[in-house]
């Protein structure tokens, strides 16, 4: 919730007059861990609390970002109120005023705190990046506020109405929403101010708009709103306390994220010099690189800045301590988007930094970044998964270690002293490293593991070359790499989004004819400038951004298309080689097929997919076939760890919103629900030696930040399968199963990649559009 300064302030200067209690020293010196810990020692059964109490915990764990007892707290409180115990005084009021005898005096009395719950999970609920749900709850506040009674004389209403509005626009802008969030600011300014608390008052509705102004983009509005806020809580604080010292909690707590948004937007508006002293200011205070959600943020910014100066060895140090700070910690959460008006993307530091690496001709490690940008981005997306598999070292021991290091990255957000927050910082990093010892490939899911250029190099095969895509607005190149040398390829990347997402709605098209020009086109973009630096005939694509989606082996030259003339695979990164090249485990059974799963509804029977399970059996007698009712997810985990291949014929789902949702389609059979989930994949073992997904969009998953693909490939990679063949649109039933069953024909004979390259160069033979055959890509393992 933002922080009452109206009230606020009244406490601090009544805390001047009189001495306060302990809670109350707590709260004015920033010191939120603290007061949250006496609070529970005094109150450990919480159903037994008043809502008065009760409101002091939960703005406790408002600001030491502890959103699960938030949530379980203002839902406790929201019930308490609908009991009727709704009155209560903000702490920070009523302790200051309490020590004083000025209650009275001074028109203190209780109000109605039913909109506080709402307010405080709207909050959070920005910072959780849960746009939607928060402006349901910010609007509810807003209805609430009208309940709420003066405090002092005819304030506290008005601070709830700026709190809930400007929460309301802000979750409605980042949303997306910009109608909605016009009309929240518009109904802000409509507000009408108090006159008790009218400064500041005044101050929290500008700088309620100028965080509205910053989610919608304009940062030349927002800019002339905060710099007036800014002068005015300037002049309040000196008014106080004669100034701010720089060692001050309250500073890092209630200014800097402010001032860094208005340096921010000075920077955004191109006013170089200034922003580059705003940046400067910023660092003076030590509590600034204790707000890892601020501090990384201020070194990106000020690299910019150094960039803009031509002082491009800075801006290399400033980016490469940017994303150490980023690294530091496993959580996507953004803590401070909730007070200046946006969530970094971190993702945007790697790239300015692998762009700043290869203006200065460094291609290894602008490689390097590149791949430790993939690794991030994978963090981020499993950030809030804990039951991982573990296939290697002790597994109750790795549990341990990532639980030990989860709180410490924990406790290193709260708003506490600095000694504890580096303490915590240093106990995740010491978990973490024990963790990559014990377990390194679920050391990857949880902390940047990314392999250096050379490393890279060692894992290349010699008959292979590994083709890696960088994408930047317009800017691409392709990293090209051998066991010999590693080369940066600059290509054109201008339109190229328009032209991928062309091709891909005409190549997923059975009836389209128009999808051999732009074949031709992206062939020329991205394969013929390569051609003098690849002399295999094996290629490990690394694809980025809308290129996931590309089937690569259709791309075509004039003369023939690229599964002619290249033998390709696919990886998420470069650096899952390193888990790639153990052998196959022994298996007693051969393949395991499931085909035709019934889901209820005649409209999913697929006949042909039937019949495909069993051809690619047919004369294999350690092979199992699981159709229609027996093909249920409960059948798979019994039997899927002992088959060498396992395949499955049906239907996918791919949920872009939420890609551990996407799931396979399979029978139900409670208590399970029938959805092979990408987060459930996570959570098994399998060991196969190829999994195949012959089922309509298997192969997509959600890009994060334009880099790492979160989809069934790559959790059936985590859970030990060495390969993937999986699908990129929705398949044809009849030529599917032609093309699988020539594929499980010649795997007998010959490695994964030629084995699929052949059945597909056949298919294209009886069905010579690529949609009948282009969609299946491997992933993973070759041999």
């Known amino acids: ?163 809930a509005l400007g929460l309301a626009g802000l979750a409605s802008a980042m949303a997306g929403d910009a109608d909605a969030a016009r009309k929240a600011a518009s109904d802000l300014r409509a507000l009408p101010l108090e006159f008790v608390g009218f400064a500041m008052s005044s101050m929290s509705r500008t700088l309620a708009l100028a965080k509205i102004d910053v989610a919608l983009g304009n940062c030349r509005g927002a800019l002339g709103l905060l710099e007036d806020s800014s002068a005015g809580l300037r002049a309040f604080v000196n008014a106080l306390f004669g100034g701010l010292s720089r060692s001050s909690n309250l500073f890092a707590h209630l200014e800097l994220p402010f001032h860094y948004l208005r340096a921010r937007c ?20 030590p509590q600034a690189a204790d707000n890892g959600e601020i501090y990384w943020m201020l070194l990106f910014d000020r690299g910019r800045v150094a960039e803009a100066d031509g002082d491009r060895a800075r801006a290399l140090d400033l980016y490469r301590r940017s994303v150490e700070v980023i690294e530091r910690q496993r959580s996507t959460i953004s803590t401070e988007a909730s007070k200046i008006g946006f969530a970094g993307d971190k993702q945007a530091v790697y790239r300015r930094l692998v762009s700043a690496l290869l203006a200065v001709d460094d291609v290894p490690q602008a490689f390097a970044y590149h791949e430790r940008a993939k690794s991030r981005a994978l963090v981020d997306m499993l950030a809030s998964k804990q039951d991982f598999a573990v296939s290697s070292g002790d597994a109750e021991r790795a549990r341990q270690l990532l639980a030990t290091a989860a709180k410490a990255e924990a406790d290193a957000l709260l708003q506490v002293a600095a000694p504890a927050v580096s303490a915590a910082r240093s106990l995740s990093r010491d978990a973490t490293r024990q963790l990559r010892e014990q377990s390194p490939e679920l050391a990857s899911l949880v902390s940047v593991t990314a392999l250096s250029a050379r490393e890279v190099q060692l894992l290349i095969p010699a008959d292979e070359t590994l083709i890696e895509y960088f994408l930047n607005g317009d800017e691409l190149l392709a990293f ?7 080369r ?21 098209n059975p009836h389209s004819h128009d999808h051999a020009a732009l074949a031709r086109r992206l062939h020329a973009r991205l394969v013929e400038p390569l051609s003098g630096l690849v002399a295999s005939r094996k290629l490990a694509i690394v694809a980025q951004g809308p290129l996931h989606y590309l089937p690569f082996n259709a791309l075509h030259d004039g003369n023939s298309p690229l599964v002619e003339r290249y033998a390709i695979r696919m990886l998420p990164s470069a650096s899952v080689l390193r888990y790639l090249r153990r052998p196959p485990a022994a298996k007693a059974g051969d393949i395991l097929a499931f085909g035709n799963p019934d889901l209820g509804e005649p409209r999913y029977d697929l006949a042909f997919a039937q019949a495909e399970v069993v051809a690619i059996t047919r004369g294999r007698p350690a092979s199992k076939v699981l159709v229609r009712r027996e093909a249920t997810e409960s059948a798979f985990r019994r039997y899927a760890g002992d088959f060498r291949y396992v395949h499955l014929a049906t239907h996918g789902e791919f949920n872009a919103s939420t890609p551990l949702r996407s799931a396979l389609l399979l029978a139900k059979e409670p208590p399970g629900d029938g959805l092979l989930t990408v987060d459930k994949v996570y959570s098994l073992r399998l060991d196969a030696d190829l999994v195949t997904l012959s089922a309509c969009e298997t192969g997509l998953g959600k890009i994060a930040s334009g880099d790492d693909v979160v989809g069934l490939t790559r959790g059936f990679l985590y859970a030990g399968s060495r390969s993937i063949v999986a699908s990129l649109w929705q398949v044809d039933d009849a030529a599917t199963s032609y093309l699988m069953t020539r594929f499980y024909e010649r795997l007998a004979r010959m490695d994964k990649r030629e084995a699929l390259r052949q059945a597909q160069i056949e298919t294209l033979a009886r069905y010579p559009r690529p949609f009948f055959w282009a969609a299946f890509q491997l992933t993973g393992d070759a041999d």
């Open 1 to 163: 919730m933002p922080r009452h300064l109206s009230t606020l302030a009244l406490a601090i200067l009544l805390a001047g007059c009189a001495a306060v209690d302990e809670r109350t020293r707590m709260q004015s010196a920033g010191h939120f861990g603290e007061l949250v810990a006496l609070e529970e020692r005094e109150a450990a059964d919480q159903d037994q609390l008043g809502t008065e109490r009760l409101f002091d915990l939960c703005y406790g764990y408002s600001k030491v970002k502890n959103y699960r007892k938030l949530f379980e707290c203002a839902d406790r409180m929201e019930g308490q109120v609908a009991r009727g115990d709704a009155g209560i005084i903000p702490p920070w009021t009523r302790r200051a005023a309490a020590g004083t005898g000025m209650s009275a005096a001074w028109g203190i009395r209780p109000t109605d705190g039913s909109a506080y719950p709402w307010i405080l999970r709207s909050e959070a609920l920005i910072d959780l990046g849960n746009y939607e749900r928060a402006v349901s709850e910010a609007r509810r506040a807003v209805a609430l506020c009208a309940n709420v009674k003066s405090l002092v004389a005819g304030s506290e209403r008005t601070e709830c109405h700026v709190s």
């Open 266 to 285: 000075l920077l955004e508006t191109g006013r170089i010099d200034d922003a580059r002293a705003a940046l400067d200011e910023l660092f003076e205070y």
């Open 480 to 486: 090209v790499v051998t066991p010999a040398r590693v």
């Open 488 to 508: 940066a390829v600059r290509l054109d990347g201008r339109g190229l989004a328009d032209d991928l997402a062309r091709f891909r709605r005409e190549v997923a």
